[in-house]
Nanobody
Framework: VQLQASGGGLVEAGGSLKLSCTASATTGTVFGVNNMGWYRQAPGKQREMVATLRTGGTTKYADSSKGRFTISGDPDLRTVYLQIHSLKYEDTGLYLC???????????????WGQGTLVTVSS
C-alpha cells in the first residue's frame, strides 16, 4: 500500500494549512484501511503522533495538537486530511501519514508509511 501526502509548504506563523493523504495499491490489489493518522518528525526530535482517525470516525489527538489541529476524512475511502490553524514555529517538521488495515486474500495485516510532506513555519 502506498501513501501519498501533500499540502505542506512554507507558511508564516499564524497561517493555516490543510494536508492530504491518500492510500492506494497496484491495480487488482484488495485492501481495506482501518486507521489512518498523521505523525510529525521535527528536526532533532523523535517522531510523534499528531492525530489519528479510525474507520467509523473515532479520532485521537496528541495533547499538543488539541485545539489547532483537525483530522478528517474517511479511512474506508482511503483518504485523511489534517487541517492546521494558527501555525506556530514549533509545528515545523515532516508530516508523515500512516495507514493500517488488511491486504490480500486471505487478508493479512499491513501498516504503511508515506514519505510525508514538509511543513515549515517562519516566525
Amino acid at each position: 500500500v502506498q501513501l501519498q501526502a501533500s499540502g505542506g509548504g512554507l507558511v508564516e506563523a499564524g497561517g493555516s494549512l490543510k494536508l492530504s493523504c491518500t492510500a492506494s495499491a497496484t491495480t487488482g490489489t484488495v485492501f481495506g484501511v482501518n486507521n489512518m493518522g498523521w505523525y510529525r518528525q521535527a528536526p532533532g526530535k523523535q517522531r510523534e503522533m499528531v492525530a489519528t482517525l479510525r474507520t467509523g470516525g473515532t479520532t485521537k489527538y496528541a495533547d499538543s495538537s488539541k485545539g489547532r489541529f483537525t483530522i478528517s476524512g474517511d479511512p474506508d475511502l482511503r483518504t485523511v486530511y489534517l487541517q492546521i490553524h494558527s501555525l506556530k514555529y514549533e509545528d515545523t517538521g515532516l508530516y508523515l501519514c500512516l495507514a493500517d488495515g488488511r491486504i490480500g486474500v486471505p487478508p493479512t495485516p499491513f501498516a504503511s508509511w508515506g514519505q510525508g510532506t514538509l511543513v515549515t513555519v517562519s516566525s
